[in-house]
């Protein structure tokens, strides 16, 4: 996100499951705007609205991670979700990640995903955490915005999604840490 934007009229709250629809919806739409042609049509087409929505009611209601949604007058336009670290490897035994952060591409550059974004790092700050990781795939123009929040490329990987293999970075971020 440059700096010099000004984040649009949202506010950034706790997710209930309530917003599990609305969630859902900025998942979905991220995906066709982000992944179609990097990622297979048939795996994106699949990711229903609906699948979706019954995922993010379980994970609304889960304590053992957070969702922070940005709401434009009642409407999800963006959401963070992280919590412990699935331990990607050794290295970052103990970090803290970020699972998912989606936000409609029309509020790309506007402030909203810094704003989601810091919200997770006051989260994972609370809970005790010196840093935190996101995994992301290398194809993902939003890789700039996680080196502008100060992320340090650690590590790539693979993944294999409907047998096409795909390449991911792993960036590792700082809990305390204050932009230029």
Known sequence: MDGGCHMVNTTIRRGTAADALGIAQVQVQSWDETYRGVLPDAYIDARTVEHRRALWVRVLNDASSFVWVADASGVIVGFINGGPGRQIDAAHAGDGEVYALYLLKALHNRGVGRALFDA???????????????TVLSENPSTVFYERMGGVHTSD????????????????????WTSE
């Open 120 to 134: 997770a790092r006051k989260t994972f700050a609370q809970s005790g955490y010196a840093y935190f990781v996101v």
């Open 157 to 176: 990987g693979q993944l294999s999604i409907d047998e096409r293999s795909v390449a991911e970075r792993v960036y590792r971020f700082e809990v305390v």
